[in-house]
Nanobody
Framework: QVKLMESGGGSVEAGGFLRLSCSGPGYTSDTDCMAWFRQAPGKGREEVARINRGGTTTYGDSVKGRFTISRETANNTLYLEMNTLKPEDTALYSC????????????????WGQGTQVTVSS
């Protein structure tokens, strides 16, 4: 069963823009944190950004000032706006949902999407 589904990936040139979306039954009103992760070939998974129920956002150092995470609570959809893309941003981007706020909350992310590929050419 697909719990989360991402969309919006693609191929762009350096300096370009993409907007990723994520939704699905795994993202509920009880979800404490939602996050975007990425994994490039041959590298470990990296947390790109997260947003909690209160709307507080945090970003990885490599994307600060270029990426923006947001959400629409009315339909439980998560977004990632990616500006000034660089070749090093090339990766599989996945969204993830944390535990519910009443149980462990943002301690971990048990629910994942399958990912959407982002490729940035120089």
């Amino acid at each position: 069963q697909v719990k989360l589904m991402e969309s919006g990936g693609g191929s762009v040139e350096a300096g370009g823009f993409l907007r990723l979306s994520c939704s699905g039954p795994g993202y509920t009103s009880d979800t404490d944190c939602m996050a975007w992760f990425r994994q490039a070939p041959g590298k470990g998974r990296e947390e790109v950004a997260r947003i909690n129920r209160g709307g507080t956002t945090t970003y990885g150092d490599s994307v600060k000032g270029r990426f923006t995470i947001s959400r629409e609570t009315a339909n439980n959809t998560l977004y990632l706006e990616m500006n000034t893309l660089k070749p090093e941003d090339t990766a599989l981007y996945s969204c993830a949902a944390s535990f519910p706020f009443y149980y462990r909350g943002c301690e971990g992310f048990p629910t994942w999407g399958q990912g959407t590929q982002v490729t940035v050419s120089s």
